[in-house]
């Protein structure tokens, strides 16, 4: 999963634009949460996660972190933290994570090949996708 809009490229309605005329539809579904979607969160809540010794978001250095950054503009946030939150996919396979190796990682790259439903066109911070 990506998530779109950085900055100036951040996804805007043009005057009139209505992305339901798209087919586009973001709300509460009046079906629910499928079981499948249901299982899958639970599942992910349920493993044990990897934390990492060496942490920013370690308990005895969490609030030097948010003191740290609060002050500071979107791209230092994203510069120090995001990898934190996120890590390089490519990073971990040399890691070891071999499972990972099929992978590739962007950084802030146009999505060219997509068909927006409104402009601009798709611009992530970070996304992942396969070689």
Given at each position: ?131
């Amino acid at each position: 999963m990506a998530v779109c809009g950085a900055r100036s490229s951040r996804p805007r309605c043009a005057k009139g634009t209505n992305p339901r005329g798209k087919g586009c539809y973001m709300g509460e579904s009046k079906q629910g949460i499928t079981v499948a979607s249901e299982c899958c969160c639970r599942a992910l809540l349920d493993s044990p996660q990897y934390i990492p010794k060496d942490s920013l978001f370690r308990d005895d250095l969490f609030k030097a972190t948010c003191e740290k950054v609060r002050p500071r503009n979107e791209a230092t946030v994203v510069q120090d933290i995001a990898r934190l939150i996120v890590p390089s996919a490519e990073n971990l396979a040399i890691y070891g994570d071999a499972h990972l190796n099929h992978l590739v990682g962007s950084v802030n790259e146009g999505w060219d090949n997509t068909i927006p439903i409104i402009k601009p066109q798709p611009q992530a911070d970070y996304s992942v996708g396969f070689k």
